[in-house]
């Protein structure tokens, strides 16, 4: 399972846009020795954060699940709030943030990293 977006998805996050904010879940399985990686991934990303108006809005650890599929054994949770699907892409082409997203991509087994969208905002 890939960890990282490809341009493609890039592209298809850009055509499928609907404005507005965009709160990106993402759902974190950790490698064996992936927690000290992320976690420096995540002391690094403040200013890219900021210079794009993005914010981290919750991040946390995950416990047993109540309800969830077969083999759901995500790590953490992390949701982070862009001004726009723009804003996020625009960070992730920064060439200085892609110095450092090879901390994420080490860190990790496997990643959900999905946009939503505010009900009402997205014809909800």
């Known amino acids: 399972m890939s960890v990282d977006p490809t341009g493609a998805d890039l592209k298809r996050l850009l055509a499928e846009d609907p404005g507005g ?14 927690v000290s990686s992320y976690r420096e991934y995540t002391e690094r990303i403040g200013p890219f954060l900021a210079e794009v108006g993005g914010e981290v809005v919750y991040a946390g650890n995950l416990d047993t699940p109540l309800v969830a599929p077969d083999g759901w054994d995500w790590d953490a949770v992390l ?6 699907r723009q804003a996020f892409s625009a960070m992730v082409a920064n060439p200085e943030y892609q110095k450092i997203t090879g901390l ?21």
């Open 21 to 34: 904010p965009v709160v990106m879940l993402n759902l974190l399985q950790y490698r064996e020795s992936g």
């Open 79 to 84: 949701l982070v709030r862009y001004p726009s």
């Open 104 to 124: 994420r991509t080490a860190a990790l087994d496997a990643a959900v990293l999905q946009p939503s969208t505010q009900w009402g905002l997205a014809g909800h």
